[in-house]
């Protein structure tokens, strides 16, 4: 589907025509870029390269120093595939958040806040000695009993343990345009969306 690769600036909150006080989030939605066209005849498929955030010639490696000369245009931070573009597309132009005008629902994919290394209680849910409904008695926030004793004798893969949480990437379907700042190329989005401020967001339409 079309969209733009922006940055999540913070979340606000605006006044809605009947009074309410709507929480929202502020993206910077492009401009972004041309980079390449791809089609069927050279690539397999159709899609259009967008990129964004300009970047330093220093930190551009040859290959992509010679990708963006091809496109004549500065080297850019960010890459990302879209499809599904309608009309005349060609190598430089600049898409603004202008193609939001009009739309009322967008899909956003971003990346969850990472948090580390996080127990069962949290990363799963598990109950505590109050719910005990994974073995333990004595030890609040303890996974309790994993199973598997003389057969098979292993943890079962899959088995809902303490690990790493977060940092994932998630996509949010369905959310609401409020309002597109063309002059400041800004998006604000009803409700919260994955990710910490600076982060980088695909916004779908």
């Not at 963006?68 to 603004?96: C, S, Y």
């Not at 799963?124 to 109050?130: A, D, Q, S, T, Y």
């Not at 609401?176 to 604000?188: A, D, R, S, T």
Request: glycine content about 16%.
């Amino acid at each position: 589907m079309p969209g733009l690769i922006g940055k999540k600036i913070g979340m606000t909150s605006v006044f809605s025509t009947d009074g309410k006080n709507v929480p929202c989030t502020v993206i910077e939605a492009g401009p972004c870029v041309v980079t390449q066209i791809k089609t069927v005849e050279t690539d397999g498929y159709e899609a259009v390269q967008l990129g964004f955030e300009e970047k330093k010639d220093k930190h551009t490696t040859k290959p992509e120093a010679g990708h963006f000369k091809k496109a004549n245009v500065a080297p850019q931070r960010h890459l990302v595939e879209f499809k599904g573009f309608e009309g005349e597309i060609k190598l430089g132009d600049a898409l603004t958040v202008e193609m939001f005008d009009g739309t009322t629902w967008v899909d956003v994919i971003g990346t969850s806040k990472g948090k580390g290394f996080q127990g069962v209680v949290k990363r799963h849910g598990f109950g505590g000695v109050g719910q005990s409904t994974h073995g333990q008695h004595n030890r609040l926030r303890h996974p309790g009993s994993m199973g598997a004793s003389s057969y098979p004798s292993k943890v079962v893969k899959g088995m809902r343990m303490g690990g790493r949480t977060g940092g994932d990437t998630v996509t949010v379907q369905n959310l609401e345009v409020l309002k597109v700042i063309p002059e400041h190329n800004l998006l604000l989005i009803k409700g919260s969306i994955p990710g910490a401020k600076g982060s980088i967001v695909i916004i779908n339409k």
